[in-house]
């Protein structure tokens, strides 16, 4: 059997189809209830408001997100920050500048291993005229 610390507590737990253990997963549940009840109450709240009235980390509700748990169609306010510079995003896990920034270096890598692989092929050449 497989077993691991939960990554919520540290508790010792056997991951099955949720990533916490039991304990933790029922309080996930208790916070995705009090969340979701916050914002039927509260359709123009922010992230930072749900977060500090329900008492739900950011972290926790931006899983919720993720996970289409919680919608933001009925939620203008709602947004959740961006997977590496924290900005505040409503849609996929990063920001703009962040997903342009991304391809660029991903382009320059292209770049790189397109060169690289140009090198190879002439020292190969150069070496099957000897
Ligand atoms: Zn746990
Ligand atoms: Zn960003």
Known sequence: MNIANCP???RIFA??????CSACAK?????YERCVQYLRDNRGATITEVSENTEVPIKQITKFIREG??????APNMSYPCDVCGILIREGN???TC???LTQDVNTLK???QRRREE????MTYRSRD
């Open 8 to 10: 919520r507590c540290g």
């Open 15 to 20: 991951p099955g189809l949720k990533d916490v």
């Open 27 to 31: 309080e996930v549940e208790q916070q």
């Open 69 to 74: 748990r919680i919608s933001l169609v009925n």
């Open 94 to 96: 990063m920001c703009e």
């Open 99 to 101: 997903r342009k920034r």
């Open 111 to 113: 770049e790189q291993e």
């Open 120 to 123: 190879i092929r002439k020292s």
